[in-house]
């Protein structure tokens, strides 16, 4: 069965369970699935349940969407993400994505955990993402384009929304939380980077790396939707004093730094006029 025609089934099968209709989407990355413990849920529905959607074999990601309300909105919640290195297409990836235009949300709203390249950052520091580098070696609008679902060549001039930014630094000053701002760039994993990667990565303006939202970025970009990305850095790693980052430690990271993430992304929904 077709890409579009997979995505429609799984839409139509959502919809057959609810005629919920949320506003905002949220993509919850590693460790940082405690944001759907403050929505009150209308349903969950597991991602196995739902015809051809994609399950993550990740450490930490439960799987399931939530919809429910969050500060006054109706919000879907992907707990949970599926990426390249797990062995799934971008079209794969990018899944989760598709499923919330369709749906009809307007805003999608991205969180992941990430290594800081910047030397001035620290460990679970929040980064509010304003650009990106895509070093996946891939893009998930390569092949044939649905006209429906946007143009065949999107520009990626604003691909993270500068008034959306805006209003989390707002948010964040009013409420104390540190918030730095970077550009983040995707690389496809599974192994974590050399010293002389991560060199590289900082000279060509990174200052943040990891190894997801991007896909989700462009084809959101490609549905026309709304994009604010947040990542936590959960280990910082300068190329002349490298230090192993084990898995453990970025999930208790992303984990540590979870409470004020899901404070600010609270207040900012609050603060949202949509």
């Known amino acids: 069965m077709e890409y579009k025609a997979k995505v429609e089934k799984a839409v139509r099968f959502i919809q057959g369970k609810t005629d919920f209709k949320p506003q905002i989407a949220i993509i919850l990355g590693t460790g940082l699935g405690g944001i759907a413990n403050v929505i009150s849920p209308h349903i969950i529905i597991p991602y196995r349940e739902i015809p051809y959607f994609p399950v993550s074999t990740a450490p930490s990601h439960q799987g399931q969407i939530i919809l429910g309300t969050l500060e006054g909105k109706n919000i879907m919640a992907f707990q949970g993400r599926v990426h390249y290195y797990e062995g799934y297409s971008l079209q794969e990836v990018s899944f989760s994505t598709r499923v919330a235009a369709l749906i009809g949300t307007k805003i999608l709203i991205i969180s992941n955990a990430a290594g800081g390249l ?96 991007v896909p989700e970025v462009i084809a959101a970009i490609h549905h026309g939707l709304r994009v604010l990305a947040i990542s936590v850095i959960t280990n910082v790693n300068l190329p002349d004093n490298y230090q192993p980052a084990p898995i453990e430690k970025v999930v208790a990271t992303a984990q540590k730094a979870e409470t004020k993430l899901t404070k600010l992304i609270c207040c900012f929904i609050k603060s949202l006029e949509i």
């Open 118 to 213: 910047n030397p001035l950052f620290r460990e679970a520091d929040l980064m509010a993402i304003v650009d990106h580098i895509n070093l996946m070696g891939d893009n998930p609008l390569r092949g044939q384009n649905i006209d429906e679902w946007g143009v065949r060549f999107p520009d990626m001039v604003e691909p993270y929304d500068k008034k959306l930014i805006d209003l989390l630094e707002k948010v964040a000053l009013k409420e104390r939380i540190k918030l730095q701002k970077g550009v983040y760039v995707a690389v496809a994993g599974p192994s974590l980077e050399t010293a002389a990667e991560t060199r590289f990565l900082r000279l060509i303006g990174a200052d943040a790396v990891g190894m997801s939202t």
